[in-house]
T-cell receptor, first 114, second 113 residues
């Protein structure tokens, strides 16, 4: 099974709302990633978790809060977002310290902030 | 700082043609390079991954080559089909265990029936 799943597929939220994005993989990968992608641009790395610990934070605003409750799950908690945060949010996973480190991506969550 | 460039930004060809997509990178000290496909509004699908010690990888109608010393990779698509229409992204990984991928801007490919 080489699938990364993400829920929800679409999310519309107001600037005062709190919501969460969820990502799950069952490939035994110990590295998981959050990316943000704007239209016609490549994905931008936001966070990396390695062995359930945050290893990279690309200076992301604190209104985005990641969480890795176990080796299969990755959450992104959203609070007080701005309209410019509207984007496709992609989750990915890979082996953490072996092989090719090939990243597998989920289908994404399309987020609209109103 | 590693920079990855993909030219052209967009390409439109008739069905059945063989075509080549280009990816260049400024720092030849890479661990591997990954080619992805992305359909509009969807996630990335990994197509091929080439280790720095390899010259090429093949999967079906796709062939990716790597010339690390010149900082170039190509993705060759044989006998193109309308279903190949998508954006193709290349990304390089700097070192073993490196968790960051540096992406190119992508080539938007349209195959006309």
């Amino acid at each position: 099974d080489t699938e990364v799943t993400q829920t929800p597929k679409h999310l519309v939220m107001g600037m005062t709302n709190k919501k969460s994005l969820k990502c799950e993989q069952h490939m035994g990968h110990r590295a998981m990633y959050w990316y943000k992608q704007k239209a016609k641009k490549p994905p931008e790395l936001m966070f990396v978790y390695s062995y359930e610990k945050l290893s990279i934070n690309e200076s992301v605003p604190s209104r985005f809060s990641p969480e890795c409750p176990n080796s299969s799950l990755l959450n992104l908690h959203l609070h007080a977002l701005q309209p410019e945060d509207s984007a496709l949010y992609l989750c990915a996973s890979s082996p953490a310290w072996t092989g090719t480190y090939e990243q597998y991506f989920g289908p994404g969550t399309r987020l609209t902030v109103t | 700082k590693q920079e990855v460039t993909q030219i052209p930004a967009a390409l439109s060809v008739p069905e059945g043609e063989n075509l080549v997509l280009n990816c260049s990178f400024t720092d030849s000290a890479i661990y591997n390079l990954q080619w992805f496909r992305q359909d509009p509004g969807k996630g990335l699908t990994s197509l091929l991954l080439i280790q720095s010690s390899q010259r090429e990888q093949t999967s079906g109608r796709l062939n990716a080559s790597l010339d690390k010393s010149s900082g170039r990779s190509t993705l060759y698509i044989a006998a193109s089909q309308p279903g190949d229409s998508a954006t193709y992204l290349c990304a390089v990984r700097r070192g073993r265990g490196a968790q960051k991928l540096v992406f190119g801007q992508g080539t938007r490919l349209t195959i006309n029936p």
